[in-house]
């Protein structure tokens, strides 16, 4: 695991920060040299804390203040599913152009490292539909405006975004302004 800092800071205090901290390994020079990326693969495969972490999201939010669970490809797919289940309700996913068999609608944004295609089917929600939206990290904020943007087209209402991770240095929850974001972890 990677060192944490003596004081760690989230959303949802220090205690559950330091708690997701402590399932990050960086990888250096992952997916392009100069990237250290932070994988959460292990907190993923910790079954206790994957628990506590999706409940505390879950607790962030409200069991009653969203009707979906949106969840970026590839890791938000996992957060969403288990915020889903743990509340009961549906999970729609935002997938990379093409993968959908559907009409869909389609985001292009750019990323810290390059440039990418969003995509979520027209028919994913229903007018009025609450939709939490999550995600495993927040880096530039391109991937998470592009998201946001496609459930409103698509006839969703933004309910809240909650990521596991924020890399604060890169100001992703500036580009979102005015819409909160909650993080775990800021690093």
Do not use: C, W
Request: net charge negative.
């Amino acid at each position: 695991m990677t060192e944490t800092p003596t004081e760690v800071r989230g959303d949802s205090g220090p205690a559950t920060a330091q708690l997701v901290a402590s399932r990050v390994l960086d990888v250096p020079d992952f997916p392009k040299p100069g990237i250290v990326f932070k994988d959460l693969m292990p907190l993923f495969a910790d079954g206790a804390v994957f628990r506590e972490v999706i409940d505390g999201i879950v607790e962030h939010h409200g069991r009653e203040s969203f009707d979906v669970v949106v969840g970026i490809e590839a890791r938000g797919f996992v957060v969403a599913a288990a915020i889903a289940y743990a509340t009961g309700v549906g999970v729609v996913p935002v997938r990379k152009a093409g993968k959908l068999p559907r009409a869909a609608y389609a985001a292009s944004y750019a990323l810290e490292y390059g440039e990418a295609t969003l995509e979520v089917h027209q028919d994913a929600f229903t007018a009025g539909h609450r939709v939490l939206v999550v995600d495993d990290v927040l880096a530039t904020g391109g991937t998470a405006q592009a998201t946001l943007d496609l459930v409103e087209r698509a006839g969703g209402t933004v309910a809240g975004f909650s990521v596991l991770l924020e890399l604060g240095f890169l100001n992703g929850r500036a580009r979102l302004d005015p819409r909160p974001v909650h993080a775990l972890l800021t690093v």
